[in-house]
């Protein structure tokens, strides 16, 4: 299993950006296909963005569409989150997840490999 580790989370006032990182150990990530899930405060985790193995092929949450921006660098084996004019509803814990297959899923149960998840606090 590739090993994922979250970096990037922090605290931002509403309208700030930040850039989460996630760096997959082993050589199957430029092979699989990759994501950004979220778990706010007494919610489920949710799906936000995905990213197929050669970064041509991205789906967004429709809650994100628009602010947010996933992209990766094989090279450097990082999955990157752009996020921009954050909401206070963003708030939650991102976790990085990579699939064993290359296509782009928003399923939970598509992603074999998770990270402990970075802290995003947006206030208002």
């Known amino acids: 299993q590739v090993q994922l580790v979250e970096s990037g989370g922090g605290l931002v006032q509403a309208g700030g950006s930040l850039r989460l990182s996630c760096v997959a150990s082993?050589?199957?990530?430029?092979?699989?296909?990759m994501g950004w899930f979220r778990q706010a405060p007494g919610k489920e985790r949710e799906f936000v963005a995905s990213?197929?193995?050669?970064?041509?092929?991205?789906d967004y949450a429709d809650s994100v569409k628009g602010r947010f921006t996933i992209s990766r660098d094989n090279a450097k084996n990082t999955l990157y989150l752009q996020m921009n004019n954050l909401k206070p509803d963003d708030t939650a814990v991102y976790y990085c997840?990579?699939?064993?297959?290359?296509?782009?899923?928003?399923?939970?149960?598509?992603?074999?490999?998770w990270g402990q998840g970075t802290q995003v606090t947006v206030s208002s």
């Open positions: 082993g050589r199957t990530f430029s092979s699989s296909g």
């Open positions: 997840a990579g699939r064993r297959y290359g296509g782009s899923r928003r399923t939970e149960t598509d992603f074999a490999s």
């Open positions: 990213i197929n193995w050669t970064g041509q092929t991205t």
